[in-house]
Nanobody, 121 residues
């Protein structure tokens, strides 16, 4: 599975962005997917996850209500809708595919290249 993340950019605080992660490979639909982020000088952290079969979602506490993860298995794509963005959301965002659930930094099988999100105050 190869992952290609896109959709990052510069946005003002309070704005929205939708990230996309396009996957290649016939087995995409059998992987649980997750979004992670890494801010400068910080460790990569979990943001959100979605199961491959049921579509059940799981969020880091601080992202609940502002971020929404979804997937379209027919398009081999997972999305992260981010609303009410804050300067502290500034980071490089990565998508990941994991056989396990929820995906974690240490268990993810495949990673996208990352897309940069900058939120200005």
């Amino acid at each position: 599975v190869q992952l290609q993340a896109s959709g990052g950019g510069l946005v003002q605080a309070g704005g929205s962005l939708r990230l996309s992660c396009a996957a290649s490979g016939r087995t995409f639909s059998s992987y649980n997917m997750g979004w992670f982020r890494q801010a400068p000088g910080k460790e990569r952290e979990f943001v959100a996850a979605i199961r491959w079969n049921s579509g059940t979602t799981y969020y880091a506490d601080s992202k609940k209500g502002r971020f929404t993860i979804s997937r379209d298995n027919a398009k081999n794509t997972v999305y992260l809708q981010m609303n009410s963005l804050k300067p502290e959301d500034t980071a490089v965002y990565y998508c990941a595919a994991d056989r396990g659930y929820p995906p974690t930094v240490t268990t993810a099988n495949y990673w996208g290249q990352g897309t940069e999100v900058t939120v200005s105050s």
